[in-house]
């Protein structure tokens, strides 16, 4: 694979979306926004912890109801050098590590929170933000340019961050980064941290469902006027007997997309691990949506959950390999009748897209290569608060192992892949390598904008 045909092709993408990114149509982001206070892990936080005491359980439950429960979240996650979310449910463990735990820093958190604010930051001129359950606290940590749309008197207006005065409760997430190579010592076991990554202690407070309130649905065709891409998130709530919002969302869902033929919807799924949950995701969001993003552990629990438990354990056995990703993407695209799905990891992008999406594969690899350049320079900087922030990193070596597994794509698919896609019958197969960085400073919220300036980028008109 030729490394110099890459680096020009990222070099000359960053150009190109400088000069154009003021010039999209809007875009509209929903639903969830929380704070997320971010500890990263030193020796002074292990001897807190008291690891050396503490037996590590046989099983994982993904849930913590106890300080032993979150010990056990945070040791899978090192061990396994994964990114996982727990959700917590004891409100006096989860007072006992807010109040315990020195934390680095806050900052907006949520795919919408972390979304809205870094496409403002790369000059997207305008950007909609939906979240039914928005705090005062949270609009704070907003850009002030964001919009709001709120129904008043009838009437669909949009409002700053600054000026929303809610009474809903502040939804606060505690991440907690390691760094690789970090040596752990619990009373059964030793392990180095494998890699980089973090362990999510997911609050949920009470909330409105992540849906579009019925007030604002005679609205959707002034709230959704010139706007060609929805970049959905957070529909993570278990539905009642009574109700099952997931049923509004599907409904919703279609009654925007026949708005606008051009108008494309895609959903971020996380590690979600409820199956009740997943397979409303599955049946009432995503089957109805066009796009799909997800990291490689995330398209496994999909295949599980779709009954292709087979190709989820072909791609583990495979390391994550390019030709088990494809097929397991391929999958899921036949199953759902998804137009596009984007699968991405530490080495390379992934992205299928079926031949009706409308997008030339050319353009999604553009997309593709931006998100990269942009997702490397939030790894650094913990920041990305200009457009002119990602040229600073054009110098990143490109990934070794994303291109032989570019190589491994075109032996798979019997096609030459080296410039990054193929044309096949019903379907485009995009990928590219992506950029690797020594000294990373943070692990949050890189997934979202990967995804995010993937799904967006291609209404970036580049040459």
Known sequence: ????????????????????????SPVVIGFNTNIDKIKHIDSKFLDFLDLKSFNTPKNTKSTINSLNDFKNGLIFSMKTGKAAEWVINDKKTYDY?????KFDNSQIGGQVGIIANYLKHIGLKTVIVYNPSLSKEEAKYYEPSVKIPIIENDKLTFKTPKSIDSQNETKMNLIYEFKKDMQINTKNESFKTPRQNRFI?????????????KKIEPHFKELFKNVKRIFLSGANIEPTQKTNYYDTLKKQIISITNLDKDIKIHYEF???????????????????????????????????????KNIAKYIKEMNYSSPSLISGAMAVAKKLNMKRIHVHNLNYFLCITSKDYGIPPKEIRTALLYSAEAVITRSIKQSLNNINDIEINLKHEISEKGLNEIKNASMFLGKDMSEGYVELEDYNINMIPTKLAEHIKTTVGLGDIVSSTAFFGDIVKTK
């Open 1 to 24: 694979m030729d490394k110099k045909f890459w680096e020009n092709e990222y070099k000359n993408t960053t150009h190109d979306f400088e000069k154009n990114i003021k010039n999209t």
């Open 97 to 101: 590590l807010k109040n315990n735990t």
């Open 201 to 213: 202690v997911s609050h949920r407070p009470k909330k409105n469902p992540p849906c579009f309130d």
């Open 270 to 308: 996380t590690s979600e691990e409820n199956p009740i949950i997943i397979k409303n995701i599955i049946d009432k969001i995503l089957k109805h949506t066009d796009s799909l993003g997800c990291n490689e552990r995330e398209l496994c629990i999909l295949l599980e959950n779709i009954n292709k």
